[in-house]
């Protein structure tokens, strides 16, 4: 039995695999989409901000407690005060939720890479194809099941000869190929039917530049939400991964520095993302596209059609970009797994392999469910906050955009007002390390967080 506890080895391998989590799909189809919907670089500039305000504090929280307590998240709360244990269990759920409709996500980019590398991208360009995929009975499943076991497998060998190895290789090839695909992305251009002509520095500027044409006070307020809830999406924070994470890391590395380092890798993904996307897309069909489309359909519907236009180069670009989404993919899904299989190595006391057996077929169970909500499942339900989805988004509505914002709040009130936040602060600075930041950790912590989050939170739930 696997008592515990692997570690990652050093400072390095603990920030690429926390990156890696950190890193996902919200980095490259989300964050590009919004940064084209609310004035471009204005976007940008308040997403920084938020992120070196607000994300190293939350960031900061989540792994403190998994070192200190040396627990995963399940238990880390309890070892906290036995009366938020309940907390601790909650963190639990999220990625469990996650997992199931993660892998069917990663499902669909691994079907789409195989269609690039059997030369059938003019058929992934075609109207329709996504929406007849995802519908179809058998294919889904079977691509989603793939995933699935490279996810199991990887977590199956460990922290150090799993994790923290995997992360070593991929995250600076994912880097890589996000940047290389970006510098390519300002060289197109294109001419269409009317004449205009559209570069792809065009497409940059319409990116980087802040816009405030028609800019209102209450824009300017849902600019800063939707950077508040990117951020908190993006960083892998109150899911219990950090906090796991955390509990792997050794008592002689720095944490301050780790976080900055975590966060500038973050960062430095969703930038480059947008820079590869927003001109590719405004090139060739125009900076309204970028609005119109959203998640998956950016992805899968509007992308494809932009590797068509850029003929056999696209086809190059478009199984490179697949291949760069599938590690940032599975750097996230690998993460998620390991949490929920850490928590439930203490809980029951079994062994990794036990556990990650079982975790993975509870997931395929879980996902083949997510599957089979384009088909015989399907539904469309309204969601509080305005939209409406099927099993895959109620899904991702109820945890990131209910429970997380909620295991916020707690955390912040139990570190914040009861165990106070000295708590973290020793342990970021048990090695004499400074923490220049200490003033505005607590202020943070304390009283905007809790606000804010409560926000988002009324926001989600339609109250707002």
């Known amino acids: 039995m696997e008592q515990k506890k692997s570690s990652f080895t050093g400072s390095i391998g603990f920030v690429l695999a926390a990156a890696g989590s950190a ?43 998994g070192r200190k307590t040396g627990m ?13 244990k309940w907390v601790g269990h909650l963190t639990f759920v999220v990625p469990a939720i996650i997992m199931m409709y993660y892998t069917v996500i990663g499902g669909w980019i691994l079907r789409y890479f195989t269609e690039y590398v059997t030369f059938n991208g003019a058929t992934v360009a075609q109207d329709g194809y996504f929406g007849s995929f995802i519908s179809s009975p058998v294919s889904p499943i079977v691509f989603m099941l793939i995933y699935l076991l490279i996810t199991a497998v990887i977590v199956y060998a460990g922290v150090e000869k799993g994790i923290e190895k995997f ?24 001419t269409d039917a009317s004449g205009v002509t559209r570069t792809g520095l065009e497409g940059a500027a319409i990116y980087f530049v802040p816009n405030f044409e028609g800019m209102t006070f209450g824009k300017f307020i849902n600019v800063v939400l939707d ?11 109150a899911m219990g991964i950090m906090i796991t994470y955390g509990s792997y890391v050794k008592k002689d590395v720095n944490i301050n520095k780790s976080v900055t380092q975590i966060q500038l890798f973050d960062t430095m993904v969703a930038i480059l993302s947008g820079m590869m996307i927003v001109p590719a897309v405004c090139v060739f069909f125009g900076p309204e596209r970028m609005t119109e489309e959203a998640g998956a359909g950016l992805m899968f519907v509007t992308l494809p059609k932009v590797f068509e236009n850029m003929g056999f180069a696209g086809h190059i670009v478009a199984i490179l970009f697949f291949v760069m989404v599938a590690f940032a993919a599975l750097t996230s899904s690998v993460s998620i ?12 006391k079994k062994s990794r392999k036990q556990m990650s057996l079982l975790v993975a077929a509870c997931a395929a169970i879980g996902a083949l469910v997510v599957c089979l909500g384009y088909n015989v499942f399907y539904f469309e339900l309204a969601l509080p906050n305005g939209t409406v989805g099927q099993i895959l988004d109620v899904a991702d509505y109820v945890s990131n955009s209910v ?4 295991i916020t709040i707690m955390t912040c009130v139990l570190i914040g007002w009861i165990v ?22 607590i202020v943070i912590i304390k009283f905007v967080a809790p606000v804010v989050m409560t926000i988002l ?6 109250i707002f």
């Open 227 to 237: 950077a508040m809830n990117q951020m908190f999406y993006s960083l892998s924070v």
């Open 337 to 348: 797994m390991e949490t929920v299989v850490a928590s439930c190595m203490e809980y029951f």
């Open 420 to 441: 106070k936040p000295k708590w973290v602060i020793d342990e970021v600075q048990l090695n004499g390390e400074k923490f220049g930041r200490r003033g505005l950790y």
């Open 72 to 84: 995963n998240a399940g238990n880390a709360y309890g070892a906290i005060s036995k009366k938020w």
């Open 23 to 65: 890193v996902g799909l919200g980095n490259i189809w989300r964050f590009p989409n919004l940064a084209a919907k609310h004035g471009g670089g204005l976007f940008i500039l308040v997403y920084i901000a938020l992120v070196l305000l607000f994300g190293f504090a939350l960031l900061m929280t989540d792994i403190a407690i």
């Open 403 to 406: 429970i997380m914002p909620f």
């Open 167 to 190: 992360s070593k290789i991929v995250m600076p090839a994912l880097l890589l190929l996000i940047a290389g695909i970006a510098i390519y992305s300002l060289t197109l251009s294109y």
């Open 457 to 462: 939170l009324l926001k989600a739930l339609g």
